[in-house]
């Protein structure tokens, strides 16, 4: 489902010179499969689910989803395929302020297939507890009721490899496990992957493979140096 192969990542500074972000020799997950990435921060987990959605276009490498090489596409290639095949749950939510939080939902299917399904717009909004909060626009709901609409909508339209960043980050302790049960749940019914970023560990315990970032990148494990 996802193969990553020899994908680097640097950014130009302001001196001139490059900082390396991202050297991954290889990273690969099954279809289906539900994995976490840990590591300290600043170790380059965000860019790496950026790389992976096309959000940012790696320097070097192969990234394959589902037989697609997504690196390869141009900029609106991209966007078009996350809008059908990826699921994204930003840790800054990104919902839009003048919508409710069910049209927040169903406007990431109408991104993908230009389909709304208000059904399960409303199932997935019940599953994360916010039924009766279907009409709010994000200004009048709380920050973890924010992040649990931001989960509802990266689901929306049942894609082929969910990326969740820290997705229990805002929520609270009471409402954290609803969201990795919806998450792992949907994934597991619908045969999608799952790479989720986490720094909590009761959440990385459940689950069957954790990858240290610092395993996968070699940039972490060597100092930053400048690139040719």
């Not at 390396?20 to 790496?48: H, N, W, Y």
């Not at 690196?71 to 939510?93: C, H, M, P, W």
């Not at 609803?178 to 998450?183: E, G, N, R, W």
């Amino acid at each position: 489902m996802l193969h990553l192969e020899g994908v680097k990542k640097s950014y130009l500074q302001a001196n001139g010179e490059f900082l390396r972000i991202l050297d991954v020799p290889k990273f690969e997950v099954a279809t289906g499969e539900q994995m976490v990435l840990v590591g300290r921060s600043g170790c380059g987990k965000t860019t790496l689910l950026h790389i992976i959605a096309g959000i940012s276009r790696a320097d070097a490498g192969t990234i394959r989803i589902d037989q697609v090489e997504v690196n390869k596409l141009s900029e609106a290639g991209r966007d078009r395929y996350r809008a059908i095949k990826l699921g994204y749950v930003f840790q800054t939510f990104n919902l839009l302020p003048a919508f409710s939080a069910l049209e927040n939902v169903l406007l990431g299917m109408t991104f993908a297939r230009g389909k709304r399904d208000t059904n399960r717009a409303r199932q997935l909004l019940d599953r994360v507890g916010l039924s009766a909060r279907a009409g709010h626009k994000p200004s009048a709901m709380s920050v973890g009721e924010q992040q649990r609409v931001a989960v509802a909508r990266a689901l929306a339209n049942r894609p082929r490899l969910l990326l969740a960043d820290e997705p229990t980050a805002n929520v609270d302790p009471a409402n954290q496990q609803k969201i990795i049960d919806l998450i792992r749940d949907t994934c597991r019914e619908e045969d999608i992957a799952l790479v989720l970023v986490t720094h909590a560990r009761e959440v990385a315990d459940q689950f069957d493979r954790v990858d240290r970032l610092e395993d996968v990148n070699r940039v972490v494990s060597t100092p930053a140096q400048e690139v040719s």
